[in-house]
């Protein structure tokens, strides 16, 4: 089958390095990405991770935006409990009048972040995220409020320019077929989520409805991909993926171990099982390996695009790894 592949972005922030050179360094793939004919180019927000630095993917959409010429620039997503959605109304107005036809906004429901964290965003309970949906419909322009309403003269500027095309990220089904019913793209987080995603891609299709920006239905998929020259050199790279997923499990926020780090940590039979569940949620391989499991994946759930997420220690190595998977996949037609 043919698929789309684009790129999930979580500015992974590594020993040796730092959060602002994390920042900067977005540029180098999504350069990469754009001339290796990935479709799409997303940022995750998360919040008090010391792995992950994309805690405003609005500030960095914009960025990449400007540093690229073609590649579509979106959010994966913007966690709509923690602001206020006539803010982000104007924030992805503005974003698609500087750069027309190219920014995505994608929305989750989660918080993105820990309990502490959350209280200090001042994130709302996910019970208002129908409502702040609704909301934010509004002053994107779709239903504005009417005479009598006391938002009924307040406008999001700038005024003449929709809202970009809406995906809803779901990582358990519950929200697929709200997404098709509104006429909303839908991405699904295999990367983390145990869940099947055939499910969720199957009600939301059979929900959905057609939208100005959707004429007919499209499901991303998200997965977790190390590749490498072979499986065994791609097993070794994704050993510091495993160890920061370990720590995250045991509450140790720290930065993407080295190499270094992750020889010296003492794996008890507890850790090496948790790796091992861990792992099957990623693909980790030569190009080979990685497209036989992509293509299977995609296929069970009849995805429309597969969105790849690597974090790894080694900058270098990481963008090895989208350039290694395009050849895997080279002759497939890829639709924009």
Known sequence: MSFALSVLDLVPNCTGSNPAEALRRTVDL????????????????????????????????????SATRSIRVGSGGMMLPNHIPYRMAE??????????????????????????????????????????????????????YGPGHPYAKVTAMPTGVPLPPIWI????????????AAGFGYSFASHFST??????FRAYREAFKPSAS????????????VCAETDAEADQLAQSMDLTWL???????LPIPSPEEVAAHEWTDLDREDVRRQRRLSIVGSPAAVRARIDAM?????????????????????????????????????AA
Not at 169 to 179: C, E, K, M, P, R
Not at 195 to 200: D, L, Q
Not at 214 to 225: D, E, M, R, S, W
């Open 91 to 144: 924030i992805f107005r503005t974003l698609e009048a500087l750069h027309p036809g190219r920014i995505d906004l994608g929305i989750g429901r989660a918080p993105g972040t820990n309990g502490a964290a959350t209280r200090a965003l001042r994130a709302a309970g996910g019970e208002h995220f129908s409502a702040m949906m609704n909301e934010l419909l509004r002053f994107g322009g779709d239903q504005p």
């Open 30 to 65: 999504a350069r990469l990405a754009e001339r290796l004919g990935y479709s799409r180019y997303w940022f995750a927000e998360h919040h008090a991770l010391a792995s992950v630095a994309s805690s405003a993917p609005e500030i960095l959409i914009g960025h990449i935006a």
């Open 195 to 200: 869940e099947p995603p055939a499910p969720a």
């Open 169 to 180: 990220l779901g990582s358990s089904g519950a929200s697929a077929a709200a997404a098709g």
């Open 298 to 334: 995609a296929e069970d759930c009849g995805a429309d695009e597969v969105m790849i997420v690597t974090n790894i220690h080694g900058h270098a190595e990481r963008l090895k790894s989208y350039e290694l998977l395009t050849t895997a996949f080279a002759g497939q037609r890829r």
């Open 247 to 253: 720590r995250i499990n045991r509450n140790q926020y």
């Open 214 to 225: 959707f004429q007919k239905p499209h499901a991303i998929l998200g997965v977790q991909v």
